[in-house]
């Protein structure tokens, strides 16, 4: 038997049959705090209960092309909105139990931007909202987005300490005091501002002056603060270590 005789005769339906999904761990930073998307599911499984923006993965889409497509629809982001999200991959989810459907396995992942737009609930939801990540515990969530979440929330506090992703969060030219206000607010942890504009600059390609500084000084007045944009690195060397690994790794 060929290939193509193989293809003829081959019944998908002999197989046990799976369904594949996509779910985003939408990141943004609201008046200084990390804030998560969630949607409130309209119809069951899990009726009222929030859940991740997510759904089916469409016969001719990609899963890349699905995560933007659900980001889309319950930001209202489009075009070139959306294509300042950092969009990455996060991980696989398969438990057979996970769903009560059927089987089915959600490929997660993880997004972040600045000044997301407050979000619109679609036709399967009942209510969408940015909640801050630290009322997560007071929302009863769907299927095992809590454990998508905390890899998630991992996932980002661990890559702004290797790579210079924390920029993403941020206008296109920024101070280092909106820069250390990333990480603290990421981490969780206050960080001294000295030590940390000194490691940002030891960082090759990490940031890069424009030259350029704001109107103004501080809320306490003093000299105006430079401006800088995004460097060229991929990764940082030396690593940012939150103060924890910091302590651990001396």
């Known amino acids: ?26 990141l943004t930073i609201r008046d200084g705090a990390l804030h998560l998307l969630l949607i409130q599911r309209g119809q069951p499984p899990f009726e009222g209960h929030w859940a991740l923006p997510g759904g089916f993965v ?40 996970r769903d009560p459907r059927m089987r089915v396995v959600s490929v997660a992942h993880l997004a ?24 997560l515990t007071s929302r009863q969530l769907a299927f095992d987005h809590g454990r998508i979440i905390d890899d998630a929330l991992e996932r980002a506090r661990s890559k702004l300490e290797y790579t210079p992703l924390a920029t993403r969060f941020l206008a296109a030219e920024f101070t280092i005091s ?20 000194r490691k940002v600059l030891s ?14 000084g501080g809320s306490r007045g003093g000299p105006r603060a430079r401006l800088y944009r ?21």
Request: net charge negative; aromatic share 6%.
């Open 58 to 97: 469409q016969p001719d889409e990609d899963l890349a092309a699905g995560a933007r497509r659900e980001l889309a629809e319950e930001t209202g982001l489009g075009g070139e909105g959306l294509r300042r999200v950092h969009l990455e991959q996060l991980g696989s989810y398969g438990a057979p139990d």
């Open 1 to 26: 038997m060929n290939e193509q005789e193989f293809l003829e005769a081959y019944d998908p339906r002999a197989y046990p049959s799976v369904a594949v999904t996509v779910d985003v761990v939408a």
């Open 178 to 197: 909106e820069l250390r206000a990333v990480y603290e607010t990421v981490w969780g942890h206050p960080l001294h501002a000295g030590n940390f504009h």
């Open 230 to 250: 995004a460097g060229d690195a991929r990764l940082l060397h030396p690593a940012l270590l939150r103060p924890a690994r910091e302590e651990t790794v001396r």
């Open 112 to 135: 972040f931007a600045p000044d997301l737009p407050d979000p619109a609930a679609g036709s399967d939801a009942d209510a969408a909202t940015w909640l801050p990540v630290t009322a």
């Open 203 to 216: 960082v090759p390609g990490f940031v890069e002056s424009t030259g350029a500084s704001t109107e103004r």
